[in-house]
């Protein structure tokens, strides 16, 4: 019986060994987890570790929205230059503004006019850039390029900072030269015969004056010409919108300085205004300059403005002028003819 139970006894014995030595390295595993594991708590974390700790959480719908580039901040230059040019081409229904920067207006109007006054021909003239008293503007015309520039006294009282520019139409017979204007009429006869509003003498037989009329009568402007404002088409006057004529009539003091120069590539430091465009088969508006301040008017309200290219000065004097009523003071007496002239038939003139 004795050695029947051995094996029994040995086979129970290995097992409960095994069971021991099984426990023994259950414990041993246990041991060394907890080890490891509290190593890694107080362990000092590497960069990697502390970037990603430091990244704020996202949500799913801001990390689809992170994921797009954000928008630049608004460029206050831009939107500076986009609100001037939405004023200047607002009333352009004919050619479109050639408008520069308006934070280089003021630089480049005192490069050009330090340049003409340095060129011989002006300076035999006595051409100045010292304001004088009395006299706020000087009045540049750009003859090939059909703009007038004019230009306000700056902090040192030269005629160097940009006011405003307006669209003209000169002609090739338009003398280059530097003047003070010597007379104006609110009315003047012209070449033709025919008859200008707002006529302010520059130098002997050249005025500034608005696109001629038939007659003179606000209802018989030569339309064809009109629409040719922004070229050399005059016959040595310097023409221009009624609106920036009677601006020169009111603010240009007998007296004003004029100088008038070439310069195709560049207009001026404010650059090119826009034109509206008169339709010859409007019979209506046709005869009217749209920019005429009389109230019978047929042209809407808004081009009185005109097309120039102005500083916020000059938008702020002008809209002021008109609010007060000043502006209207000079307003021609409205004498129509009812009709206007058929170009096909009379012809252009002036």
């Given at each position: 019986?004795?050695?029947?139970?051995?094996p029994?006894?040995r086979?129970?014995?290995?097992?409960r060994?095994r069971?021991?030595l099984?426990?023994?390295?259950?414990?041993l595993l246990?041991i060394?987890?907890t080890?490891?594991l509290c190593v890694?708590?107080?362990?000092?974390?590497?960069?990697?570790e502390t970037?990603i700790?430091?990244?704020?959480s996202v949500?799913?719908?801001?990390?689809?929205?992170?994921s797009?580039?954000?928008?630049?901040?608004p460029?206050p230059?831009?939107q500076?230059?986009?609100?001037?040019?939405?004023?200047?081409?607002?009333n352009?229904?004919?050619?479109?503004?050639?408008?520069?920067?308006?934070?280089?207006?003021?630089?480049?109007?005192?490069a050009?006019?330090?340049?003409l006054?340095?060129?011989?021909?002006?300076?035999?003239?006595?051409?100045?850039?010292?304001?004088?008293?009395?006299?706020p503007?000087?009045l540049?015309v750009?003859?090939?390029?059909?703009?007038?520039?004019?230009?306000?006294?700056?902090d040192?009282?030269?005629?160097?900072?940009?006011?405003?520019?307006?669209?003209?139409?000169?002609?090739?017979?338009?003398?280059?030269?530097?003047?003070s204007?010597?007379?104006?009429?609110?009315w003047?006869?012209?070449?033709?015969?025919?008859?200008?509003?707002?006529?302010?003498r520059?130098?002997?037989?050249y005025l500034?004056?608005s696109v001629?009329?038939?007659?003179?009568?606000?209802?018989d402007i030569?339309y064809?010409?009109?629409?040719?404002l922004?070229?050399?088409?005059?016959?040595?006057c310097?023409?221009?919108e009624?609106?920036?004529?009677?601006?020169?009539?009111?603010?240009?003091p007998?007296?004003?300085?004029?100088?008038?120069?070439?310069?195709?590539?560049?207009?001026?430091?404010?650059g090119?205004p826009?034109t509206?465009y008169?339709?010859?088969?409007?019979?209506?508006?046709?005869?009217?300059?749209?920019?005429?301040?009389?109230?019978?008017n047929?042209?809407e309200?808004?081009?009185?403005?005109?097309?120039?290219?102005?500083?916020?000065?000059?938008?702020?004097?002008?809209?002021?002028?008109?609010?007060?009523?000043?502006?209207?003071?000079?307003?021609?007496?409205?004498?129509?003819?009812?009709?206007?002239?058929?170009?096909?038939?009379?012809?252009?003139?002036?």
């Amino acid at each position: 019986m004795a050695k029947n139970r051995r094996p029994y006894v040995r086979t129970g014995y290995r097992r409960r060994k095994r069971r021991e030595l099984t426990v023994l390295l259950l414990c041993l595993l246990a041991i060394a987890t907890t080890a490891g594991l509290c190593v890694w708590l107080f362990k000092e974390p590497s960069k990697e570790e502390t970037d990603i700790a430091d990244m704020p959480s996202v949500s799913a719908s801001s990390s689809s929205s992170s994921s797009q580039a954000e928008e630049p901040p608004p460029d206050p230059r831009q939107q500076a230059y986009q609100a001037a040019l939405a004023l200047a081409e607002r009333n352009c229904t004919g050619s479109a503004p050639q408008m520069t920067d308006p934070a280089t207006w003021e630089e480049e109007g005192r490069a050009l006019m330090e340049r003409l006054a340095a060129e011989a021909t002006y300076a035999e003239m006595g051409m100045t850039l010292s304001a004088k008293e009395g006299y706020p503007y000087l009045l540049a015309v750009n003859r090939a390029a059909s703009t007038v520039t004019v230009f306000a006294e700056d902090d040192d009282g030269l005629y160097v900072k940009p006011y405003q520019a307006m669209v003209c139409s000169g002609g090739p017979d338009t003398p280059l030269g530097y003047w003070s204007t010597p007379v104006n009429y609110d009315w003047r006869l012209l070449v033709g015969p025919s008859y200008g509003q707002y006529a302010t003498r520059i130098w002997d037989a050249y005025l500034f004056h608005s696109v001629p009329y038939y007659v003179q009568h606000k209802d018989d402007i030569e339309y064809d010409e009109y629409n040719k404002l922004g070229t050399l088409a005059s016959l040595g006057c310097i023409r221009l919108e009624v609106v920036d004529v009677k601006w020169i009539y009111d603010n240009c003091p007998i007296g004003t300085p004029v100088v008038i120069y070439d310069d195709e590539e560049n207009p001026g430091p404010m650059g090119k205004p826009g034109t509206i465009y008169t339709d010859p088969e409007d019979e209506e508006r046709r005869g009217w300059d749209p920019t005429d301040p009389d109230p019978v008017n047929p042209w809407e309200e808004t081009y009185r403005s005109g097309t120039a290219i102005r500083s916020e000065e000059a938008w702020a004097d002008y809209e002021a002028a008109v609010e007060t009523g000043a502006w209207n003071q000079s307003v021609t007496p409205t004498v129509l003819q009812g009709w206007s002239t058929d170009s096909a038939v009379a012809g252009t003139r002036g």
